[in-house]
């Protein structure tokens, strides 16, 4: 044990010198906060991590027949290894490491067959495609093509593609497709057309014979590549204006498959009727909070909120300030530890209004991504922008965005548990963040009635996001009424509804990414009521505990927060929930 002599000798010398009074706060932690690697699951689920990397590095081809088979053999290899390792003998924090790695895996491979589902159903919006994509797999298995037989498959190809849109443009309806599987089948073909152009481009101009083959069957399947994607997208989908928003939802069997990896007992419809009474709880508060304003009701206090935005070129300013606001709060109440290198590692962009299309709001993580007009918008989208970016909103945002949110969370996840990046959740990190806003709501952080509407808005749209973003996957609401429930009872601009409706549905986020805010909040909420209210830790210890532990569902952090790991698998029975409230 040398190197545990050591870390204690360098202690020892470390207590026998004090800090010089006034001295800067050392940016080095305290050596006894300095993890040492005891557990013998860590490794294993980096090399797994570092496998799959390199395995999706190489396999990188849009609806890939082999990039399936290549993940589904490393996942299945792994489920063997991992069985070979008896977890009652292991520590708690390995059984935990061994029931989440095995979870993961047999995760992954649901969904190999659900995304190899998706691609069937489209399949027939999509004659000849699947001959492209092994095209693109065998050049990155470094196999080397034939020219002849590569213009052949190309030609034959483009005249399947020709021939369907000849009959779809005929009658739009000949298939009976859905607008959702159209603009399904549009994104499989904007995949495949770029996989197809790095294919073409390895080759060409470098192999004599590949190109005099090649050129012209890759140049006019391009162009019909690219047409096809515009049919389907603009006259299946009916997307050919970009303000329509469409989604692919998922079903409830899949919603149903989803939460239990996510160890939710809930079922949608449930979680939906928790978030009708978290709404109503916020409508309850606003109208306490109008009523201190002096305003009629919570709608028109709202737009009182709204007007109190910062002058044009200070939102900056506002952001650094209530920052620090957040960062002397948590310190003085000793609620979390920041370590003095966290306070101000984070660096700070204004989003383009591009982005803002779709990112009407702040982001953050490792920095933060500021939202605010520019003087290139239309004036109405500026209004809209200011009345939406206000000081009171942005004050919620900001420490939901940095401390003690995201930006804290990164902070440790690349310092404590690093291989538990594996099985991240939006219901650890969003859940994270939004149960910081209801601890400090309880905490009375909301010194005036401004500041209390400014947390119950973003408290509202968490409740809404679960009712519209279900409804949605359960078929029950369309993109069109998830904008109307933002706007009405919400009180959104109608154009930020809109880009945080698109900004859900457009696939760039799980289905669950949305509801995983507040549902993660309650479950972080339900821990704390558990094991700090009761007096079985203090705030601090609570909340680094958490965040030392790295990601996981919210309640395996349950089960290593009480020791109560299962030999067996972690099970999806935790109320956290109370309907009778």
Same mark, same amino acid.
């Given at each position: ?52 990397? +390199? ?35 292991? +520590? ?259 989003? +383009? ?70 099985? @991240? ?16 709501? @309880? ?16 408290? +509202? ?121």
């Amino acid at each position: 044990m040398p190197h545990r002599r050591l870390l204690a000798s360098c202690l020892a010398a470390a207590l026998a010198f004090p800090a010089v009074a006034g001295a800067l706060p050392s940016l080095a932690p305290p050596l006894a906060q300095m993890p040492v690697q005891t557990q013998v699951m860590a490794p294993v689920v980096a090399r797994f991590r570092a496998d799959l990397g +390199s395995l999706e590095r190489v396999h990188d081809t849009t609806a890939g027949t082999r990039r399936e088979a290549a993940l589904r053999r490393l996942y299945t290899d792994w489920q063997q290894r991992l069985a070979q390792i008896d977890p009652a003998g292991l +520590s708690g924090e390995d059984r935990l490491d061994h029931a989440l790695f095995r979870r993961d895996l047999a995760y992954r491979l649901e969904q190999l067959d659900f995304r190899r589902g998706r691609f069937t159903d489209a399949a027939p919006l999509l004659p000849g495609v699947a001959a492209l994509v092994d095209l693109a797999e065998a050049r990155r298995a470094l196999e080397y093509p034939d020219g002849r037989a590569s213009a052949a498959t190309l030609d034959r190809t483009r005249q399947q593609l020709a021939d369907l849109q000849a009959r779809l443009e005929k009658d739009p309806k000949a298939l009976g497709t859905s607008p959702i599987l159209a603009y399904r089948a549009a994104g499989l073909v904007d995949g495949v057309r770029k996989d197809l152009k790095e294919w073409h481009g390895f080759h060409a101009g470098y192999d004599p014979e590949f190109t005099w083959w090649t050129r012209q069957p890759y140049e006019a399947l391009d162009k019909q590549l690219e047409a096809h994607a515009k049919l389907l997208r603009d006259k299946l989908a009916g997307a050919s204006d970009p303000e329509t928003i469409i989604g692919d939802p998922i079903g409830r069997d899949a919603l149903l498959a989803a939460l239990r990896h996510e160890l939710i007992p809930y079922t949608p419809e449930q979680l939906m009727d928790l978030a009708e009474r978290e709404l109503a709880w916020c409508e309850a508060e606003l109208a306490k909070a109008a009523a201190e304003m002096g305003a009629r009701d919570w709608k028109a206090a709202l737009e009182q909120v709204k007007a109190l935005h910062p002058a044009p070129g200070d939102q900056p300013r506002l952001v650094v300030e209530l920052a620090d606001e957040a960062i002397d709060y948590l310190v003085a109440n000793d609620l979390v530890t920041v370590p003095e290198l966290a306070k101000r590692d984070w660096r700070m962009t204004m989003l +383009s209004p591009e982005f803002q299309l779709q990112a009407p709001f702040f982001l953050g993580g490792q920095d933060v991504w500021v939202a605010y007009p520019t003087d290139t918008m239309p004036h109405e989208k500026k209004l809209m922008a200011l009345r939406g970016n206000n000081r009171h909103f942005s004050r919620a945002v900001v420490h939901h965005e940095l401390i003690p949110g995201h930006h804290l969370q990164y902070f440790y996840n690349s310092r404590y548990q690093t291989h538990r990046e594996l099985f @991240d959740t939006p219901f650890w990190t969003e859940g994270w963040a939004l149960y910081w806003e209801f601890r400090l709501w @309880d905490r009375g952080f909301a010194k005036t009635p401004e500041d209390k509407i400014g947390m119950l808005f973003w408290r +509202s749209h968490r409740a809404a996001r679960i009712l519209f973003s279900l409804g949605f996957h359960l078929g029950k609401m369309t993109p069109d009424q998830s904008v109307d429930l933002l706007v009405e009872r919400v009180g959104h601009e109608r154009e930020n509804a809109r880009a945080e409706v698109r900004r859900s549905f457009a696939g760039d986020y799980g289905p669950l990414y949305q509801i995983a805010y507040m549902i993660g909040g309650l479950q972080f909420r339900a821990l704390h009521e558990e094991f700090v209210v009761s007096g079985k830790m203090t705030e601090r210890e609570f909340h680094d505990s958490i965040l030392m532990g790295g990601p996981m569902p919210v309640a395996a952090v349950r089960a290593r927060l009480s020791g109560d790991v299962p030999v067996q698998d972690l099970r999806a029975d935790w109320r956290f929930y109370d309907f009778r409230r």
